[in-house]
């Protein structure tokens, strides 16, 4: 039989394989059976792999780390994990009945999609944050809010011109997944199993996966749970160094919607990061500011554990990313205090619609965090701002701030105030509030520039982004073009209306 | 006599030059000629040839390198550059009766623009491939198409305003030579010679060349032969290193028409990549997954040979960019199976018109390849995808594409079902369909929006760019705006049409 | 007093924090002083200063550099810095008397802002030439020109929307700080002073600064001096290496009205920097061609002292950018040989505006450099040029470049003479030119597209930003789009008025 000579002949060139990994730490007789055939299949991730710190030391040695340098949060983790390094199988056979979809592979029952609920294990603390944060929730938050699936439609709708009009037909699941749901995260479902033959081991039986592949970072995944760490630990490294850097954060916003890249990138602060970074350390733990590094990353101020050259910590690591905001910037419609629960569908703004602010900008308070709570998340924040700035400086940073996201709000309300006109004429269908194209024109007048002038005020105290990059320059453009075409159609329907008159 | 003087000056520096020079191969007496003038003239691009291969070893050793890892993949060349550095003279003063323009330079029969035919000596097979790449006929395909050229005219011609209306004239040579033709390349031509008083050498005669300089891949040479080697191997360095690194393909796939290099850099490769490359080896022949690198670029899916860890080939080198490739996504006016022959003149839609589809999405087929050879393509890109990716990975991903090139020909097809409304009605002339406000909405829909989709979807997988950065929000906006501006325009011709019939 | 308890353990810290700064050469007691409480407060900045030359050598050692390798250009530095590094004292010091909003700090008479004419007691050649550099007139420049304001105005005011028009009230200060200012530098006031409860030395007077952060080239400090080292020498590495470098350039020419450093990206040039620079050394001086680096970066065309390998000086250093350039690319309105004074206020066009053109294009002769200093400037940069290129290839690049400057202002002509067209119908009030929809789409033509155009002929010889990028497609576009509502726009009119006479 071919495939058992297949076999036979994988098992020797396996034997060679797990001699050539380069890991300290002893590889589990599990991970060794993978190795055998994706060491030659995939030696791309295995080589990625070899080289992490997951391939480097065992969980002793990891756990045996005092202070603040322990990556592994968990403080009871599985003896059999103990003295090997975390391999193939440790992940992928891990938890095999939560997961649906998990398969008979060569003797092991693997399941595909490792999930947060997998890496828990040893990162307690992390999954647990993580689950607070707006992002893991960024599946539901969008897939489940009526107001939000009419902005998508519009966007991703199928469309059919007929006699000058254009029809929308539902989008299809496969446009969805590689368009908002990349980011998002889609929702893993298995919808069979098929045979395979393949090229080292015969016939295999996988599963079938709707949604995948995917790496968003609210993933429903096979167990459940929901996100997935390599939306930023790029699997099969899981590098600390890749997740700090500016590069991961921008997969997801780079923009022009969420232009948070291109605004640090262009920025001071991105400046030194560009010019000097090759000789910082992206992999200390703690990260020592002036010696690790010496101008913040996304990460610095957002996410990581950042300590003094005394080794005091000025600010705590955190996977719930908004524990460093008082604002969030991202208007929807307006710029708002952040959301308390993450899970955003439960809001209700004063018109009952899922909306963090109405149309005329009011905050809906109940849902949203108070002035107390803005106020430690910006002391948070300071704290790392006075790192390499005075109070002064950092007090003019914040006022100006603050100012813009009251200013940008005010250019919202002037946008919206059209619109509504617009509305109120019958000279646009507020149905759906997105899919005309003068409605189209709004909304980029707030999903566009504002949230421009905001982040670039926020992360770059202003400079080109807040003027010309999609920022001042183009909201007051956009403007007119509101005020421009309302005057024209009025201009329009009182020649229709006063011939029609005449004509009665 | 001050030129006598100062040759003899240059003699003698040249002296000290050629011993300063520290390439470790012999360099030819011919070269060392060039030197004493040039090293002091044009450091910088004596410096950068010293660093390269082509100063480094001789013909001889580079021939002597077995397997893959050879470079040169001639099999007879000549015997006199055999144990020699190849420098200045060896290719300025290759086939000097094959080159218009060639003058006598102090004793040397020199030609200024080195060209594929001249590297051909050494490098045959790459040459050979480059002929059959849609790259080299990029000069032709885009001048000698009659619908092109009314698109470039459009663009490129010179307004003058008179009565509210513009017209354009021709564009001027220099003009188009700067635009169009600085990627596409430009064809060059002797206009005359020149004496022109030199620094170090006295009066010197040099020809006068048209559309000079340029480093278009489809340049046209003074020796007949298309493109430029140096479009992508940069002169004098030509260094492999810089060939592979994805900066050198976004001099001309930067955006917003082919945004190939944005899309990347924003991808979860271009991120792995900008993290990471710094620990790569670019310079290795061959490129071994997960040694010399862990995650593609640009060149490694389509050009570069391929190893896996044990030496297998995973993908052969090719100089004909589109072997991995079945469709072409660069949408014409919509996206369809790559073009047989690389001289794209020569296709005719049904319609008769120079196009591989016609207006209304249908593929030209007998100019384009067939079933079978998109599989053959499609199976050897996906060999590369499956190093890092699984099956279901892999399969899932091309899916998505595949139905995404359906969808962006579909939104495509709404569009120009607009616009043909519109030519139809009378509300604009479709003699040159570029030339008008509103066709220039449509030209964007898929000549920025649809591409950019597409790209996006093929080397991302979807994500920022897919949506927001010039992407289905932007092109949903633009049917949005074709609608718009036609029911508009509809409404104020009913206007004066009833106005009319009421005065007659 | 839990003050003075404090204060003592800072100067026990103090103590320590000395002895750990690992800077060569001796620290002033002063500086001692600040470093106390400094180092633990802003370890960020103090690490970066601990690595700079300030830190590395005293002053004397500086000034014992001979030759083009000396940075210290003034000829009398006062003895007591001649044996010391310069530290946080010595600059926030300095000239207590000549500072607005001098306090006393712990003993020591300290200012916030550090200015060029503190920098300029070592560096006084720079100073110099800084003072003529149109930079450091970027705040009046703007400030006081009334056009600009106009046009600042409409981009920045406040938005009000009622009964479907927009009003615009005046932008507030904190607004323009961070928006136009960020870059043109604000004007730093002292509007009185505050006490402050500080974390490690009880109560401490501060001034208030209005203005403050700001790091602007145009600054007006509190000692009256114009412009902020610190733009380009970012604090406290003040590095050449980061000046150099062009991520500092992109801070404020990044884009889309001057694209610079896009550009630049996208180009041959860019593309060598952005794969070799790992390689190149951004430190040494004088810099030299070939051996520091291979391809240029800004600096070097436009500021760097330059030389051959031999030590030859191709170019030498300056501070006043517009020393190597004959043409104003930033178009305002048309493109236009520089202005002689760097203060552009005193400009009047001939019809008394004060703008370098007239809307015409015609220059403002009197106020602008002759075609000898022309010819001077151009000579100045070629000689960088042909570091790297032949004659032929910089004459032919200049030769289109030239065209373009003219090409680009017949475009701009054409645009201009629709919209006059559009003023002298009563279509629009040119009362301010800037503040209507087709007004904005008019001023696209040349403050975004004209530019980009300019900019990518200049520094990339061409390429996708001359056509695709923001430039000739979009430009073509725009024009089409200002013909395209004057015809519309027309036609109402005439529907309206023959209604009217009708009625009549």
Chains 1, 2, 3 share one sequence.
Not at 175 to 200: I, S
Request: charge should be negative.
């Amino acid at each position: 039989m071919k495939n058992i000579t297949l076999y036979l002949v994988v098992g020797l060139l396996g034997l060679q394989v797990s001699v050539g990994v380069a890991a300290e730490a002893p590889i589990s007789e599990q991970t060794e059976d993978c190795l055998a055939c994706h060491a030659i299949l995939h030696p791309g991730i295995v080589e990625d792999w070899k080289k992490s710190r997951h391939a480097q030391i065992t969980v002793k040695q990891a756990m045996a780390v005092e202070g603040l340098a322990r990556k592994v949060s968990s403080t009871s983790i599985p003896e059999k994990y103990q003295d090997i390094a975390i391999g193939c199988a440790e992940c992928h056979t891990m938890r095999p009945d939560a997961h649906e979809g998990t398969v008979d592979h060569l003797g092991h029952r693997m399941h595909i999609v490792v999930s947060p609920d997998d890496c828990r294990t040893c990162h307690d603390e992390e999954a647990e944050q993580f689950e607070k944060n707006l992002m893991s929730h960024a599946y539901g938050n969008l897939a489940n809010n009526s107001l939000y699936n009419a902005l998508e439609h519009s966007i991703l709708g199928r469309s059919l011109h007929k006699d000058g009009k254009l029809l929308k037909a539902p989008a299809s699941d496969l446009t969805k997944e590689e368009a908002c749901y990349y980011c998002h995260g889609t929702k893993l479902e298995v919808t069979g199993y098929e045979v395979r033959e393949t090229e080292l081991a015969g016939e295999l039986s996988f599963p079938r996966i709707k949604g995948w592949p995917n790496q968003g970072v609210g993933r429903i995944n096979l167990d459940g749970s929901r996100g997935s760490c390599s939306a930023c630990h790029t699997r099969h490294a899981f590098s600390i160094e890749m997740a700090r850097k500016p590069y991961t954060c921008k997969e997801c916003h780079h923009g022009p919607d969420v232009p948070a890249f291109k605004v640090y990138e262009a920025s001071k602060h991105g400046n030194i990061f560009s010019a000097k970074h090759k000789s910082w350390d992206f992999t200390a733990v703690p990260w020592t500011i002036g010696k690790d590094f010496t101008a913040p990353v996304c990460a610095t101020c957002h996410i990581s554990l950042v300590v003094d050259p005394e080794g005091e910590v000025v600010a705590k690591r955190t996977h719930r990313m908004n524990d460093r905001l008082p604002w969030r910037l991202f208007g929807l419609i307006y710029s708002h205090p952040h959301p308390i629960n993450p899970d955003t569908t439960i809001i209700r703004n004063k018109d009952g619609i899922p909306l963090p602010t109405d149309f005329a900008g009011g905050f809906a308070e109940e849902y949203l965090i108070d002035a107390e709570e803005m106020t430690a998340r910006k002391n948070t924040m300071q704290r790392v701002c006075r790192s390499c700035h005075g109070t002064a400086w950092v007090d003019g940073h914040w006022t100006r701030f603050d100012e813009n996201i009251k200013l940008t709000n005010n250019e919202t309300l002037a946008a919206t105030g059209i619109m509504q006109e617009i509305w109120e004429l019958g000279l646009a269908d507020s149905t759906n509030p997105f899919d005309e194209f003068i409605e189209g024109r709004w909304t980029d007048s707030w999903l566009i520039y504002a949230n421009t002038i905001r982040f670039s005020s926020a992360m770059g105290g202003g400079g080109d982004y807040t003027v010309f990059a999609d920022g001042r320059y183009q909201f007051s453009k956009q403007l007119r073009e509101l005020e421009d075409w309302l005057a024209l159609h009025k201009q329009i329907r009182h020649l229709s209306k006063e011939k029609k008159e005449k004509d009665d």
